[in-house]
């Protein structure tokens, strides 16, 4: 009854309540309704809110997100509510900075713990032995390491994320544990069949025996030994899991007040 009674309120007077609205409530009235989300989704000032947001280096959070191809993938009001917040998801203390693979507000200690380390997509494929689509729905940052040739970016990811899916996929950290050495049995004794393989073929060539080196094939194959030494397999190196160091993917925004129902940048030197 009283949902049905507010939802009735001229539309004149609710555009005029919702601005002496400040971010907090309007993100409680969002949980309302589905008429009322719709309505506080409608609000343009999230939209003025977000460019509001910059980082002491003058970046603002619009150039960051999509300087990591994430822009697209929040609302505007979530990334406001956890700008406005200012202490750490995980242990309530004050957090500076923003923790993008997660988009969770993380302090300089909570930061250093394995639930926050980020690795390259690959490497968390190879070493939980998952699929890309397994990570559907998991945020995956674009990141232009400075120390690679490449200008190509590097896809990172929350290593801690990965792995619950991969937990989940298995069925519990023991089965996954159980698989993951299996697999890691399986290709060390492929990778040493294939190499001894090449290096008998090698060996052959080089002595000027072309046919019997052409027949050389690791035992119950039949595959043809390829020109180039085998690869180490993914699951056994660690390379591609070498950890990002985490404060690269941080945002650290500059303080915002609530004034009444407007947000504003803190002044500088405010207590």
Known sequence: MALARLAKI??????????NL????????????????????????????????VSASGE????????????????????VYVCLGETC??????????FLPQMK??????????????????????KYDLRERDLDGLLVLEWL?????????????????AKQVAVRRYGSAELLAAHLERKKTSAKSAYSERSEAWRVRAALEEKGNIEAAAAVA?????????????????ILGQASTRPVERRVVCFEPLGLLVVGSEVVVEPCGAE
């Not at 001229?10 to 601005?19: D, G, N, V, Y």
């Not at 300087?67 to 609302?75: C, E, Q, V, W």
Request: glycine residues 2%.
């Open 10 to 19: 001229p539309l004149e007077l609710q555009f005029l309540t919702s601005k």
């Open 22 to 53: 400040d971010p907090f409530d309007l993100l409680a009235l969002s949980h309302v309704s589905k008429y009322w989300r719709a309505f506080v989704l409608s609000d343009k000032r999230w939209a003025e809110w977000l460019k509001l947001i």
């Open 60 to 79: 603002s959070l619009e150039e960051c997100l999509t300087r990591f191809n994430l822009l697209d993938t929040f609302a505007a009001r979530s990334l």
């Open 89 to 98: 998801t995980a242990c309530e203390y004050y957090a500076p900075q923003i």
């Open 105 to 126: 507000r993380v302090c300089d200690t909570c930061l250093q713990r394995d639930q926050y380390a980020v690795i390259p997509l690959s490497g968390a494929l190879a």
């Open 145 to 161: 390491d400075p120390k690679r040739k490449s200008k190509r970016p590097v896809k990172v990811i929350s290593e801690a994320l």
């Open 218 to 234: 690791p035992p119950g194959t039949g595959r043809k030994i390829p020109k180039a030494f085998p690869m180490y397999p993914p």
